[in-house]
């Protein structure tokens, strides 16, 4: 396997690959409370980028949902982050923020979608990852949309599986 890039060094705590423990809730004004399993996946080839794939599934019926891949980016020297996403809900979005220790505050930076998106369209996202003392990893994830301002969809605690 590839050397870590001294680049992105500071997120190395996130490679590798995390499983929901519990499954994970989402709400929203608009939506019935659902539950969710969750699977993380970080990897490299060598690059200053790290690569990744998060697949969601239902609690209860283990139906695949939500997928969303892409790439991170740091800014040499800085800590400044940046996602760069695919959704299969047909969104793409460049999310950038700040890493503080473990943690990783990310704000909808743009944001396009197909043009027969399913409504309400979100407007914007904002989430945290954040490595706890007791090695979980944990997502929280918010949006607006058309109808809604900024409040928590998502809410998961992650355990290293490899
Ligand atoms: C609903 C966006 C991640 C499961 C929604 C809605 C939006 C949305 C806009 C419709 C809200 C409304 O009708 O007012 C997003 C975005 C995500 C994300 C931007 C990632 C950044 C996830 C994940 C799951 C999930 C990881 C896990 C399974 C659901 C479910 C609903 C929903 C079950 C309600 C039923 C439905 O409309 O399909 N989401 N979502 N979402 N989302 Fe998410």
């Known amino acids: 396997s590839a050397e870590l890039n001294p680049a992105i060094l500071p997120l190395d705590w996130l490679l590798g690959t995390w499983e929901s423990e519990e499954p994970g809730e989402g709400c929203f004004p608009t939506i019935n409370p659902f539950r969710y399993i969750e699977t993380l996946c970080f990897s490299h080839v060598g690059q200053p980028v790290i690569n990744f794939m998060f697949n969601a599934f239902h609690a209860e019926s283990k139906k695949p949902l939500h997928r969303e891949c892409g790439f991170i980016r740091i800014q040499p020297g800085t800590n400044r982050v940046a996602f760069i996403i695919a959704q299969n809900s047909g969104l793409v979005e460049i999310e950038e923020g700040e890493l503080t220790g473990h943690q990783l505050n990310l704000q909808t930076h743009a944001l396009a979608r197909i043009s027969f998106a399913k409504e309400p369209h979100v407007q914007q996202i904002s989430r945290v990852f954040q490595l706890r003392p007791d090695g979980r990893l944990?997502?929280?994830?918010?949006?607006?949309?058309?109808?809604?301002?900024?409040?928590?969809?998502l809410r998961i605690t992650y355990r290293r599986s490899s």
């Not at 944990?138 to 969809?153: F, G, R």
């Open 138 to 153: 944990e997502q929280t994830v918010s949006m607006a949309t058309d109808n809604q301002p900024l409040m928590q969809h």
